[in-house]
């Protein structure tokens, strides 16, 4: 399956603005962008404040993690697996 095809499948609630939505405007584009950096920072924080047990729990290996945190915003988040 193509990537172009699957992404006929992926649904968007009605007026769900994204980065990459064909209607929006630049402003919007933007702002959708600069929110979607802000979480994947916030989230590469929370996972470089977590302890090896809660690590362990989650089933993420050390590595991955430190490798993770690592990584540019800009840069999509892994699978940490």
Request: charged share 20%; hydrophobic share 45%; net charge positive.
């Amino acid at each position: 399956m193509s990537v172009q095809s699957r992404q006929a499948f992926v649904h968007q609630p009605h007026g769900l603005v994204t980065a990459a939505s064909p209607h929006a405007t630049l402003p919007v584009r933007i702002a959708a962008m600069l929110a979607l950096w802000r979480g994947r920072i916030e989230a590469r924080r929370y996972l470089a404040n977590l302890d090896a047990r809660s690590l362990r729990d989650a089933g993420i290996s050390p590595a991955a993690a430190a490798y993770e945190c690592g990584r540019p915003f800009w840069q999509k988040m892994g699978t940490l697996r």
